[in-house]
């Protein structure tokens, strides 16, 4: 039983060398957001190094609302790795209007990645919005990182371990 499972996960995680690039596209789409962690992480490096081809299919599963929220993110996430400002206008898109912070802050962080200043005149004015604490943080982190001269850089705060209790005692 253990053999049969592994050949079957061995099985849908084989890319024959046959397939085209947008095969192997769409097939490694298909993997990340699955439960199988290993597969996951191959997958997410296979469209990272497929490059340009993996834009725009990624960029259609990011959109779509009705793809898991981990494929979502994982695809935001590999645009930002990919590079290239033709991805920029939808992860504007979905760091602005998303409603999942999770899938924004991606977004956002992979814009902060791309590292392309245009995107400053759609940011900045996001500040004003309520928003979640996450989205907030992954936004002014972007801003800063793009030179926005709204956001100030928080002091980084260090952190020292806590004295020891014992009974009632401090050590």
Same mark, same amino acid.
Do not use: Y
């Given at each position: ?5 592994? +050949? ?6 084989? %890319? ?11 097939? @490694?789409?298909? %993997?990340? /957001?699955?439960?199988?962690? /290993?597969?996951? +992480?191959?997958?997410? #490096?296979?469209?990272?190094?497929? =490059?340009?081809?993996?834009? $725009? ?8 609302? *009705?793809?898991? &929220? &981990?494929?979502? @993110?994982?695809?935001?996430? !590999?645009?930002?790795?990919?590079? #290239? *400002? ?6 504007? $898109? &979905? ?10 802050? !991606?977004?956002?962080?992979?814009? =902060?990645?791309? =590292?392309?200043? !245009? ?12 928003? *979640? ?6 936004? $002014?982190? &972007? ?15 260090? @952190? ?10 401090? %050590?």
């Amino acid at each position: 039983m253990f053999f049969a499972a592994l +050949f079957l996960a061995a099985a849908l995680v084989a %890319v024959p060398q046959e397939r085209s690039s947008a095969e192997k596209v769409q097939h @490694w789409i298909g %993997v990340i /957001g699955t439960s199988a962690e /290993g597969h996951n +992480f191959e997958a997410l #490096g296979a469209l990272i190094a497929l =490059g340009e081809i993996a834009t $725009e299919p990624c960029l259609v599963a990011m959109k779509d609302s *009705s793809e898991s &929220v &981990v494929r979502r @993110w994982q695809c935001a996430m !590999v645009l930002g790795r990919i590079g #290239g *400002s033709h991805a920029l206008p939808a992860l504007l $898109e &979905v760091a602005i209007d998303e409603p999942n912070d999770m899938i924004a802050a !991606v977004a956002l962080e992979s814009i =902060g990645r791309i =590292g392309d200043k !245009v995107a400053l005149a759609k940011l900045e004015p996001v500040l004003k919005k309520k928003m *979640s604490t996450r989205r907030r943080e992954a936004l $002014e982190s &972007v801003l800063l990182q793009l030179g926005s001269s709204r956001v100030k850089a928080k002091p980084k705060i260090a @952190w020292t371990q806590p004295p020891l209790r014992t009974g009632t005692q401090f %050590v």
